[in-house]
């Protein structure tokens, strides 16, 4: 346990175990031993022993207990964990949910005349927040296509100060090149923000590949069982510094109680990843042989739209991917998704249980067709995110479901 400085660099499973669990954060009090996991500490006040000592804290800094506003050990336990998991961060801040992490965040790099590029495919609130929201602030986006580094190159101008970028797009899974557009953007002093809920560092440490901050939805791969809503948000000095000044002017805090739920998720969370990742690359190979659908948008399957810069940059996948169907309507869409008896119906992903969603990424998608050379086909999509059901028994629910789609 804990304290580990030097060594040889440990396995991804070995990492997730051992982060976080510093000694200070598990000690029990009266005695000198420890318990395994952080105790959860619900407190909103903290008292000092004297007065000299209360205003003598450096508040939060370096895990000083404060005011409930600024976490105590439990949530501390869950920050660390999740800088030590992110090669190049010095430090990780944790909000409520992951959009109230992309909003703040952005909001603390940005500021009024400042312009923001934000990639194409990017998650629908990222998106709305970025057109809309910070607009009241005088801060303006658009949008670029990320497959096209050169645009992009193009599109920087005097006033661009931060690029939101996500890695694979929400929804039709394309891959870029983030090493190349992060290049660019330092280059011309732009800061690169990144969406890194799909891969975790687990998959593609973001800051080792040119990002700046990479920010995650914890609410998926990290809490894992569909209970809890958090985000977080990773970089090193200074810029960590600025996300964690705008979260404390915004009052951002989370509960002792999911800190200590996302830390239990992250432990298996390699686990997770591995075995959904290989039931949907099985899923996923299974759905390309089948002539309803038009195109299988996952990276991990060779062939796939964006596989091969896949391959380059990251070190593993996921459950989540999608599928455009061939010439299906609405209703026929539908009657699969309706017809399965395993998969729910139901937002958010990276569970244990196995979802699925229509979607038409048409009117987010703005700057070319998407997802980009699949000209066959319906349009229509349908999102998988598997969870650690037995494959064969997965794919027998969307045979039932294609036969439903067939039957009118
Ligand atoms: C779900 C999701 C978010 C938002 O996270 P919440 O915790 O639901 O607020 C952000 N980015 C991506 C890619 C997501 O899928």
């Known amino acids: ?74 949530q501390w336990a869950l920050a660390d964990a999740l800088t030590e998991l992110e090669p190049g961060a010095d430090g990780t801040e944790l909000f409520p949910s992951g959009v109230a992490a992309l909003a703040c965040t952005l909001m603390a790099v940005l500021r009024p005349g400042d312009e923001l590029l934000v990639t194409d495919n990017v998650y629908e609130p990222t998106r709305n927040i970025a057109l809309s929201m910070l607009r009241q602030f005088g801060i303006t986006a658009r949008p670029f296509d990320p497959l096209d580094p050169d645009a992009f190159a193009a599109m920087i101008g005097e006033k661009t100060k931060a690029v939101m970028l996500e890695n694979p797009g929400s929804l039709t899974l394309e891959v870029c090149d983030i090493p190349a557009l992060t290049a660019i ?6 800061l690169s923000i ?25 609410t998926k791969h990290v809490g894992g069982h569909s209970d809890l ?34 830390l239990r998720g992250l432990r298996t969370m390699s686990l997770r990843l591995e075995r959904t ?69 139901g937002f958010s992903w990276g569970g244990f249980e196995s979802l699925a969603i229509p979607f038409d990424p048409a009117p987010v998608h703005t700057l070319r067709p998407w997802p980009p050379g699949i000209d066959e086909g319906s349009g229509l999509g349908v999102r998988l995110s598997i969870g650690l059901e037995d494959a064969d028994d997965l794919i027998g629910d969307l045979d039932r479901g294609f036969a439903a789609m067939g039957a009118t």
Not at 17 to 22: F, L, P, S, T
């Open 1 to 74: 346990m804990t304290d580990r400085e030097d060594g040889p660099e440990l396995g991804k499973a070995t990492r997730l175990v051992e982060a976080g669990r510093k000694r200070e954060w598990v000690s029990t009090p009266g005695t000198k031993g420890a318990v395994v996991n952080p105790p959860v500490w619900r407190a909103s006040t903290h008292l000092y022993e004297n007065s000299e000592d209360l205003v003598g804290g450096r508040p939060n800094e370096d895990g000083h207990f404060y005011y409930g506003r600024r976490g105590g050990p439990t």
């Open 277 to 345: 990742a290989s039931t949907a690359l099985a899923v996923a190979q299974w759905l390309s042989s089948r002539t309803e659908v038009a195109a299988v948008l996952c990276p991990m399957l060779p062939g796939a739209p964006g596989h091969e810069l896949w391959q380059r940059d990251f070190a593993g996948g996921c459950g989540l991917f999608s599928f455009v169907l061939k010439d299906a309507d609405i209703a026929a869409r539908a009657r699969l998704i309706d017809a399965l008896e395993l998969f729910g119906i």
């Open 229 to 262: 809503m958090m985000g977080s948000a990773s970089a090193a000095k200074p810029v960590i510094n600025r996300v964690r000044r705008q979260a404390q002017f915004m009052g951002q805090v989370v509960s002792p109680d999911d800190a200590a739920l996302a």
């Open 185 to 190: 953007a330092r280059d011309r002093g732009v």
């Open 194 to 218: 990144i969406d890194n809920t799909w891969a975790t560092p687990l998959g593609f440490p973001a800051l080792q590949h040119g990002c700046d901050i990479t920010v995650m939805s914890l």
